[in-house]
């Protein structure tokens, strides 16, 4: 438990990214007594753990580094500091006098002197390098986008100009161990080269024909390129990166649409977070060349976000507008009287409609179609306990929203008691701890309540490993264990050799970006394999916290058995399971006015802050027959989902097809003649991947 504090404090995810972290900080009061002292070889030593530390963070991605750049010891202090420690040394060793010594110091200077023209090429190569769209899986090889720099250059670029001063610090380490100064003098000189020959290498990818098409020529194209592909129907979305859950949630429907779909984004952070899709992605960061696209054969533009930006979509005439959300719930949220720019509300089921009607924000119900949620197929319907496994209930609250209604989460009023009515029960569980991935963005208070609750986990879990009641178990599934943690290690090593280049080279990344379906598929593969690896690489009776976007919430519901939550979509969705749930009423209205408000908890056990009321649900889960609110749950979901038959998927492509036709007629009415085709071009091969939720709310 200690550790896993450590970790958290220090922005570490593993041990040895700890060991590394230690020995870097340590690393630099040890140079500055060994340089006091001074002590060379210790001082040698010192040196060598800053550095090793220093690049072990930076290859894992460490959270740490960001820290301490915000703390204002960065990677350039952390140089500096090591060089003026050196000074240090070889003015306590007496080489103050020696001209080797101002030698080093003009070297320093030179050194970082040198870095400021090499910075602003690379900032140069960067914004020349930077399309006005950037693209996913579309053809860019008639517009022509030459090589950028090598990755080797550009990639992790100040660290590595930061590390040119190694021949100069080796030298200089190497005078003063042995009185020589020509070792001082030769890696100055080579420093100051190195520095120097990686500038210059760099200029000839300034010339003209190294640079992609100006900003014109590249609009130009992609408006030929839309005559071409001929889109019908725009998923468009705006939105902050950790929003990205919102998106991805639809790129499966989208890909299985029996229409010409296409995905517009407008910031460049959420396409670098979009999942692997094969449909033709555009990001389109500026308003002004988004309003300007030819989007005219495009009829019906989907939305799963009220934002501001949505409004340069809406205004063209010529296609129809839908708000699809991105979950269904009755959260505030889903009645937001912003949907009345749209020309429909699309709903999973019945429930969505009689929502709009009681809240009475001006969204005509003839105006509102259901078409269930396509996203939800992977949801597995309840098989019951094994009876040689103790039951699985998955905690999943809300985030703390943007207002103080304590009704926003569970966490700051119950979630405490929540864990620990679960993980002392007379008769145990499993208990998986899945926060949304907001929570805490907003209330530092949410935030706190979450450590204590991962203290808690793992307090638990630390006294069920020690329990001998599971040490058969253990011993039983040690061998499986150790086998699925081994895929895990292979499939993290195969992600981090095949992850994408920095995006920073804007144009190579969109020319080069396109996913075939065997790719697809493998990846596919590869998310169905890392789920079955880690289920299975810790025991079933294990206790777990889950914070990453990965194993993905559906995933954890078809590992539970139960759900707690809160008034959001993750309560909707489950209920396709048709589990048992329970959902807090932390506002305190009382069972029978929290359900008068709230459709989803209509066949769910009402909690009070106290959570008092958890047994009900345990005993639900340990005794399913006797079961009181199953038949309820049957009929919610018919009422929040719409009917199993036909599929949500087909009743999704109907409403598309309707809406276009709609589209058709009214440009028709206003004697819009359809605009001709470009010259054909092959349409890309859309393989539909497993819908990738994430938590919503």
Known sequence: MTGGLLRRLAGVTTGPELVAALLMVVSYPLMLVTALLPVTGAFVAAAALSYAGDHYLHRRGSYLLVRMGKARVGLTIRFLVRQLLLVLLMARGDWAGETVFYAAVVGFLLFYGLQAPHTALIMTLRRKRRLPIATRNIDLSTLPVPDGPPRWLTHRSVEKVLHTELPMYAGLLTAVATGTAAFGYAGIATTVALVLVYTVVLLPFLRAKRLPPAKEQTLEWFDGWLRSYRPTVALYFSGSKDAAYQVNMWLDTMARLDARPLVILRERAILTRLDITTVPVVCVPSAVDLMNMDLSTLRVGLYPA??????HLLRVPTMKHVFIGHGDSDKIASINPYAKAYDEVWTAGRAGRDRYALADVGVRDEDIVEVGRPQLAP???ADGVAPDRVPTVLYAPTWEGWTDDPGNTSLLLAGENIIRRLLTAERPV?????????????????????????????????ERAADPRWAAAAEETAADRARAQ????????????????PAWDDASVSRDAHTPPEEAAAEERRLAEWNDAYWRSRGWWEHRVITGPEPRLF????QSDALVSDI???????????????VTDSAELGAEEFKRQNTAVRAAVILGNDAARLD??????????????????GELKHYLLGPDEPTSLERFNAAVRDLAAKAEARNAAQGIVEPPAAPASPAPDRTPLRAVPAQEG
């Open 568 to 582: 959001s979509s993750v309560v909707s969705d489950f209920i396709a399971s048709g589990k048992p749930y329970a």
């Open 486 to 501: 081994a895929t895990l290690r292979a499939l993290a090593e195969q992600a981090r050799t095949r992850k994408m280049p």
């Open 306 to 311: 009220n934002v501001g930006k949505n409004l």
């Open 555 to 558: 995933d954890c519901f078809n």
């Open 616 to 633: 009900e649900l345990l005993q639900a889960v340990h005794e399913p027959a006797g079961d009181p609110l199953a038949a309820a749950r």
């Open 379 to 381: 949801i597995l319907p």
């Open 430 to 462: 499993r208990v998986l701890y899945k926060p949304h991935p907001f929570t805490g963005s907003r209330n530092p208070e949410a935030g706190a309540v979450h450590r204590r609750i991962v203290a808690m986990m793992e307090e638990a879990g630390a």
